[in-house]
Structure formats: structure tokens, C-alpha cells
């Protein structure tokens, strides 16, 4: 049997280049690979632990749906569906609840940073990362592509199976994330923050027009000086942009300096944002032609869901008798 990949997008906002180059381009390469069963969903119920309007909610998750299917997300070659409408994933997070230390929930440094951010310290917020188990484990995945920002979380993922194997007997694989090293995108306006949607102030959007992104990269911070040079230590801001660069351009760093020899910041920023405008032009395409449907994107969704409900509903099960429910 193929091992499977499982993996999710919150819909909090819009999706910027950091969830694109941090999970969703290595998702879908994996899909393509055809070496794997892969689950990809919309994590609606994840993205109420944060401050939201009810009535922009459904929109944002439309979107995001939207966004995911135009950057090559293909339901026929992955279960593509919408977390809140596989009622397992709540009721398994519930079990995986009952054998978590709250020690442990309390010392993620994401609810610490939400926190301070100004979200609210609400339960959800708190077991968040039991509620990305059940998402993972529920598919008994063997991958999952994420950010690094997301390192803690799956080491969670990971107790919570060992755990459970332990404690009810082995049913979970112990899943490996799949990161890219050290692709962590930084808010364009403060490097020492990572690009993220309850940052909007700092992000770059897919759907951003190529006006937007060229006054979005002219305005991002600088470093002191005006040379090319890579050094994240000494030049965090630029090390960011160059980042960027050779990720959207699949142009290696080294490159892109000796390209911009003699050349200082506005010419660099221009060239950035002609080149990632030019990386998300099939995709802005993509985007009108699906957003023009919005019947089949939910036909497409709930499509997915009854793919995913037939695992879904087993694993429950298989995990109720093991805990001595039935
Ligand atoms: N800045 C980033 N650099 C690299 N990868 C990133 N990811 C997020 N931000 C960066 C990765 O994108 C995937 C999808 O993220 P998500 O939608 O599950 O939510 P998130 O990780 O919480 O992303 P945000 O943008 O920071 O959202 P908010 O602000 O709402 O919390 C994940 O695999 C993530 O690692």
C-alpha cells in the first residue's frame, strides 16, 4: 500500500507566499508523484481558535479553497475536502484529548505567540495541535508537508501517537514531516517575525496584483547599506527578500547577487516583484476561472469529504474499541 501524506490550510485570511513556498509547492509535487495516497483540506474548525467576523468567515474559506484547487491542488489525484464536514476529526481530537498533558499544550510556543499577538487564550486556541493530530493520525499518514514553524506541533502529533500505541495498542504510524531546511518567509515588514496571515500588514498574497506586490516589495525593510549580499545574521531583511527571490524565480541565490553585481535596492526590489508576479500569473488566471464557479468548488469539497469519511469513520471506530468505548 502507497504510504499517505496528509496536510491542511487555515483558512485565516488570505494565503501568502510563506504558506505557498512553506508547504503548499511540496504538497502538490508530492501529489504529482503519484507515490502516495494524499489527504489535503481546508482546516476550517482551526482557523475559529483565532479572533474572526462570522460573516467574512465562509468567504475566507471559499477563498482558500479556491486558492488551493488554482495552485494545482487536483481532487483526482488527492482527497480534497473540508475538515468541519468530517465530524470524526472534532470527536477523535476529544479521545487524543483525554491523554494529552495540559503541560504540554501550555508550552507551544504558537499559543504563547498568538497570545501576545492579542488572540484570546480560549480552549480551542490551546488544543489546537490535539486537533492536528486527529487530522493527521486519522488518515494514519506517514508524511506530512509542513512549515517549519509547525516542527512543534508534529512532534505533538508524534507523542500523541506513541502514547496512544502504548497505552491501547499500535495502531499509529509516528508521521515525518517533510520541511523544506530553513524556509521560513519573514514578514516583509519586520524579519524577525515569520510572514503570517494575522500579520497582514507584512504579507504577500497570491492574489496580490502585480501593482500591489511592487509596492509591497518597495516598501518591505531594508538593511543598513545598499549591497547585494546574502547573510542572514548581519542583513536578516534582505536574506528574506533573496530568499523569496529564488524560490519564486527557481533561480539559486548566488545567482540572483551575481545578477545584481553594482545594483542597489530599488533595482533588486523591482526585479523581485516583476519576478514573482511573473511565478503567480497562471495561478491569478486559474483563480478567476474556478472563483467563477463557486457550485463546483463545494461539489468538488464535499466530493472529497465522502472519500475521506469512509478512513475517517474506521479509524473512530478502530480507536473507540481500542480505548474501551465499544
Ligand atoms: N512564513 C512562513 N514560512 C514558511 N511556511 C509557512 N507556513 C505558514 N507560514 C509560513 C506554513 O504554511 C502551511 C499552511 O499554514 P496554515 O494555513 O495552516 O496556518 P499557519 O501555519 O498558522 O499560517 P499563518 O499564515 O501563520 O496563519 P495564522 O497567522 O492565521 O496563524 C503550514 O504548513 C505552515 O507551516
Known sequence: MKPTIVSGLKPSGKLHIG?????????????????????????????????????????EIFDMAVDALALGIDPKKSVFFM??????????????DCITPTGKLQGMIEFREKIEEGQPANAGLLNYPVLMAADILMYKASFVPVGEDQRQHLELTRDIARTFNKKFGKIFP??????????RVKSLDNPKKKMSKSLPKGCLYLTDSPEAIKKKVRSAVTDSGNEIIFDPD?????????????EMSDTPIKEIIENHKGKGYKEFKDNLAEAVSSALASFREKRKEIASDSKKVRKTLLEGAEKARVTASKTLQEVKKKMGLI
Open 19 to 59: 504558506n505557498y513556498l512553506g508547504m503548499t509547492k511540496q504538497s502538490i509535487a508530492l501529489q504529482s508523484s503519484e507515490e502516495f495516497n494524499c489527504y489535503y483540506f481546508i482546516a476550517d474548525y482551526h482557523a475559529l481558535t483565532q479572533k474572526y467576523k462570522p460573516s467574512e468567515k465562509s468567504a
Open 234 to 246: 548581519k542583513k536578516p531583511a534582505l536574506a528574506n527578500l533573496l530568499l523569496i527571490y529564488s
Open 83 to 96: 475538515q468541519s464536514d468530517i465530524l470524526e476529526h472534532a470527536n477523535l481530537a476529544w479521545l487524543f
Open 174 to 183: 509516528e508521521p515525518k514531516g517533510i520541511f523544506v531546511e530553513g524556509l
